[in-house]
């Protein structure tokens, strides 16, 4: 290129560069309201879609238990499958609303002291049926040497019961999941490092960050559908650094997966 | 008192098949309304209405002399703070929503004897 070009003619690269850019600026605001938008509408439907649901789901259980008159034992497995469906639709919708929450900024930490292990325990203890049914072993480990923490227990809680469920979901009959949880030093402090691992099926290395992204599933297989909104591992990521902590995933195909995050002792300022 | 009317008719049928008398009110107006007009022996308070925190029926009644009823907050957030709010303003109990509605039979059976 001839760098020694008329006056003219560079003022006239310079304005076109220079209303390119504008334009540019334009868009990029454009694009972020309508994000903004969205957030929004995400954050409004899911009230209207967990009321309905709510009501269904009472309507439900009023059925199983027999109060407007006993039911047969398959009329009531099958009002059972009608509460297990909402339930599962109110946890999906519930995490659409915390992902627009976390998108918007919206989400704050709601801090107290408590016990890892009761928490770790509670979380276990709802894994339980799932566990026996695919007979799998659950192992558990607190450290004695974890005190209490300082965090959001509902979100940590959270964070733990999704990395849990992906572990029992990804690992076939006969396997092992574990929870592993201990006190590490960090630069800012004692940390508290849970391990969350499971002898399933493994994730590939060019893999480990998409799995972290909103909406991405890993599909290892053609056959295999994976039910969820995509987003538990997204969320469990906004929760973790929400507390100032980091989460990742050392994993290989067909070599299990290892879940890790850190929550410093006192998350919250 | 619940704005939902889906959520209320659930609720109406569960507390009527198992032996209550029910009135809804979908408002703090309307509620303070009801219970001046025959005291309930148990309100189940859902603390988000339209018109306003739900908590705040306890100090309109108390503003105009109505005795407090026993009362129990409903609400979807499960935190430490929204619980403390709720027994501060006179809650006895505060149920985290969904509640199964076995457990609220239970409870109400429990808070209405």
């Known amino acids: ?269 | 008192m619940e704005d939902s009317p889906l959520v209320t008719d659930a609720l109406r049928l569960l507390l009527e098949e198992t032996g209550h008398a029910v009135r809804a009110a979908g408002s703090v107006r309307d509620a303070v309304g009801a219970c001046a007009s025959e005291a309930p022996d148990l309100v189940l308070l859902d603390i988000t209405l339209p018109d306003g925190d739900g908590l705040t029926l306890l100090d309109e009644l108390a503003a105009r002399g109505i005795a407090r009823p026993t009362t129990v907050a409903m609400t979807g957030h499960d935190d430490p703070d929204t619980r403390q709010r709720c027994l501060a303003a006179g809650c006895v109990e505060v149920l985290v929503k969904p509640v199964p509605a076995r457990e609220l039979v239970r409870r109400v059976g429990e808070w209405v004897r």
């Open chain 1, 1 to 269: 290129m001839n760098r020694l070009e008329h006056p003219q003619a560079l003022e006239a690269r310079l304005d076109a560069l220079e209303a390119q850019q504008a334009q540019a600026s334009r868009l990029i605001a454009e694009l972020q309201a309508r994000d903004a938008l969205k957030t929004q509408f995400l954050a409004n439907i899911s009230h209207d879609l967990r009321t309905p649901l709510t009501a269904m789901i009472t309507h439900a259980e009023i059925l199983r238990d027999g109060i407007l008159g006993e039911l047969s034992e398959r009329q009531r497995e099958s009002v059972q499958a009608i509460i297990n469906g909402g339930r599962q639709l109110l946890e999906s919708v519930g995490e659409i609303l915390t992902y627009a929450r976390g998108a918007a900024g919206q989400l704050t930490l709601t801090c107290t002291e408590f016990s890892v292990s009761q928490v770790v325990e509670q979380v276990s203890a709802l894994n339980e049926s799932l566990v026996a049914k695919k007979g799998l072993a659950l192992e558990v480990d607190v450290a004695p040497d974890v005190p209490p923490i300082v965090a959001d227990r509902e979100k940590f809680a959270h964070v733990l019961s999704n990395l849990l469920g992906n572990a029992i979901h990804f690992t076939p009959g006969g396997g092992r999941v574990w929870v592993v949880a201990r006190l590490v030093a960090g630069d800012g402090g004692p940390s508290l490092l849970v391990e969350v691992g499971d002898s399933g099926i493994g994730i590939a290395p060019e893999h480990h960050d998409l799995v972290f992204r909103e909406f991405a599933q890993v599909d290892s297989s053609a056959s295999r559908r994976h039910h969820g909104t995509g987003l538990g591992l997204t969320i469990a990521r906004k929760l973790v650094e929400l507390h100032g902590g980091r989460i990742w995933l050392e994993s290989k195909l067909g070599e299990g997966s290892r879940f890790f995050f850190t929550i410093p002792r006192v998350g919250c300022t």
